[in-house]
């Protein structure tokens, strides 16, 4: 068996940080992106930047052998390929897309992606599929404020792919974007039967939960009208790394507790 030498590896997102470390590769990353934060370790590696922005200098001052991004980088990339930087570009819209750049990480620092990919696999072979399905919006964020817009997943995007493997329908049907932004009347026209917010109480602890809730109660759609407004903070909720497996299950629990809901209701 030949042995490789380490390499010097940069993370430009959250998700690639996690993987590398999942892979048993967090030793070799030099720098990381913004908000890195699981495992625990990855927050003692240099950042070199937000995930959107990251900062050529700093990276290049690491002396990098390989630099992970996802495509939204790519002029980022770009650059430091001409100063000879092997770089990387990902995708991680999809569930499919995670499982794939998973493969392409693994294959690049020789490891074996297999129980990485099989627990994303096996994730979605349990999920609870409903024989009775409802219509599902889920918003990123939570705000007393809901006038200057409202962020939900739309199409192409694994919280469309989770809504679906959870046996359910997404409540926005529109393909035009992975994450449309919409008004109150927006919310009308869709009137979802369910809305789960993906909330961070540690990144925004100041936030009125209770006013928060109370102005998505003021739209009426049938989701208001049964009380199916629901927040959902869990840690690994946003990040499209090998742990999606959690949010898959984490999220179809959500749902299939409303649907089992609906079924006392229709026989009490």
């Not at 900062?55 to 992970?68: D, G, M, Q």
Request: proline share 5%.
């Amino acid at each position: 068996m030949l042995a490789h030498a380490k390499e010097r590896i940069v993370s430009l997102s959250p998700s690639i940080t996690e993987i590398l470390f999942a892979l048993g590769k967090g030793e070799e990353i030099v720098g990381t992106s913004a908000f890195s934060l699981y495992p625990k370790e990855a927050q003692n590696i240099p950042v070199v930047g937000g995930y959107e922005t990251p900062n050529l200098e700093k990276i290049i001052a690491l002396r990098p052998t390989l630099v992970f991004g996802q495509s939204y980088v790519a002029p980022t990339l770009k650059k430091l390929e001409h100063f000879g930087i092997q770089t990387v570009a990902l995708e991680f819209k999809t569930l499919e897309d995670i499982k794939a750049s998973i493969k392409t990480i693994a294959k690049e620092v020789h490891a074996n992606d297999a129980n990485l990919t099989q627990t994303i696999d096996n994730a979605l072979l349990h999920a609870k599929k409903n024989t009775a399905p409802h219509s599902v919006m889920i918003v990123y964020g939570l705000h007393e404020d809901l006038r200057s817009g409202i962020y939900i997943a739309g199409k192409n995007i694994f919280f469309d792919d989770i809504i679906m493997a959870c046996g359910h329908t997404n409540a926005y049907t529109s393909t035009l974007t992975a994450q449309p932004r919409l008004s109150y009347e927006n919310v009308i026209a869709l009137n979802p039967q369910q809305i789960i917010i993906l909330h961070s109480r540690a990144s925004n602890p100041n936030v009125n939960e209770q006013k928060a809730l109370e102005a998505w109660h003021a739209i009426p759609t049938e989701a208001s009208k049964n009380n199916r407004i629901s927040i959902v903070d869990e840690p690994y909720i946003h990040i499209p790394s090998h742990r999606v497996a959690l949010s898959i299950e984490r999220l179809c629990r959500e749902m299939n507790e409303f649907n089992f809901n609906l079924s006392a209701v229709q026989y009490e």
